[in-house]
């Protein structure tokens, strides 16, 4: 089965959308976490780091800079991609689709701008991140990977309202954390 076979259409998408709004608002439970060693590659864990300095260490979030710092660095408040579970199990089509996403954690959380303003803290297993400000939107990849529509759908208004397409965060706590544990909102920084 090709990629294009797994893309979902507008209604489809569409239809999906009442569950991805129920999505628990203040603590949810981490069900994937991906580093990304080198491009194009993922390494789902049990079990990962996160480090104020490295973000998830492993990851190549450093390495790879950013096209947003005026030196081409990686930029801080970009350090992890987190989506909606409850998203990426709608446009990938199957779990073993998820890490083509790129995000580093998917949890089951509402991601949204109303529910986890820019400042707003979670606690993940140890460690703490804090949602940025940076919009977090999909690329020519995730149209390669999931499709147009999927892309249309994460980037509409109330797409971008929900962040269906995720938000970026960044360390706070350095610690440790696993599949399973919850995710829990704390505070505005």
Do not use: Y
């Not at 709608?90 to 991601?111: C, K, T, Y």
């Not at 804090?130 to 980037?155: D, S, W």
């Not at 960044?170 to 909102?185: L, M």
């Amino acid at each position: 089965m090709t990629d294009a076979a797994l893309h979902l259409s507008a209604e489809a998408l569409a239809a999906g959308l009442e569950e991805i709004r129920h999505a628990p608002k203040d603590v949810g439970s981490v069900k994937m976490i991906v580093r990304r060693p080198a491009t194009d590659e993922r390494e789902v864990l049990i079990v990962g780091e996160l480090d104020v300095a490295e973000g998830l260490v492993g990851d190549n979030w450093r390495l790879r800079g950013s096209s947003r710092t005026s030196d081409g660095s990686a930029h801080p408040d970009m350090q992890l991609n987190i989506m909606s579970s409850r998203v990426i199990d709608l446009v990938a089509a199957s779990e073993d689709r998820w890490a083509l996403a790129g995000d580093q954690i998917f949890i089951d959380l509402d991601l949204s701008k109303d529910n986890l303003p820019a400042g707003t803290r979670l606690e993940l297993g140890t460690a703490v991140i804090e949602v940025t400000e940076i919009p977090h939107t999909g690329c020519k990849k995730f149209v390669a990977r999931f499709g147009l529509e999927a892309m249309k759908f994460v980037n509409s208004g109330i797409g971008k309202k929900l962040c269906l397409r995720g938000i970026n965060a960044r360390v706070v706590k350095s610690g440790t954390f696993k599949v399973g544990d919850t995710g829990r909102k704390m505070s505005s920084g």
